[in-house]
């Protein structure tokens, strides 16, 4: 079993930045992808980004058309840590952002490919 813990959520202001971390823990391993959705009051669950296990060619990230360009995605496998940094955030950014490990190596922006994932942490960006 894989337990994930998301921290860093929290309120700021249109155009700021903040920084997501998930914790990965009991059988989380490094050859399997992780990625970021979010779910906003009302709305369907959304892929954010996902990066991908490391692999010959090194690793694959993917982006949700929203956020490309202002958000990154990242990993640290000697800490077990995935981290989402967003900049120029907008009040449509708004939402409770999940951290989802998959059982696949590849960075996939369907919520069915991740097995296990966190609880959530509310990021509200206002104008």
């Known amino acids: 079993q894989v337990q994930l813990v998301e921290s860093g959520g929290g309120g700021v202001q249109a155009g700021g930045s903040l920084r997501l971390s998930c914790a990965a823990s009991?059988?989380?391993?490094?050859?399997?992808?992780m990625g970021w959705f979010r779910q906003a009051a009302g709305k369907e669950r959304e892929f954010v980004a996902a990066?991908?296990?490391?692999?010959?060619?090194?690793?694959?990230?993917r982006y949700g058309d929203s956020v490309r360009g202002r958000f990154s995605i990242s990993r640290d496998n000697a800490k077990s840590t995935m981290f989402l940094q967003m900049n120029s955030l907008k009040p449509e950014d708004t939402a409770v952002y999940y951290c989802a490990g998959s059982t696949r190596n590849s960075a996939s922006y369907d919520a069915t490919d991740y097995a296990y994932w966190g609880q959530g942490t509310q990021v509200t960006v206002s104008s």
């Open positions: 990066v991908s296990a490391v692999s010959w060619s090194g690793r694959i990230t």
């Open positions: 009991g059988r989380a391993r490094s050859s399997s992808a």
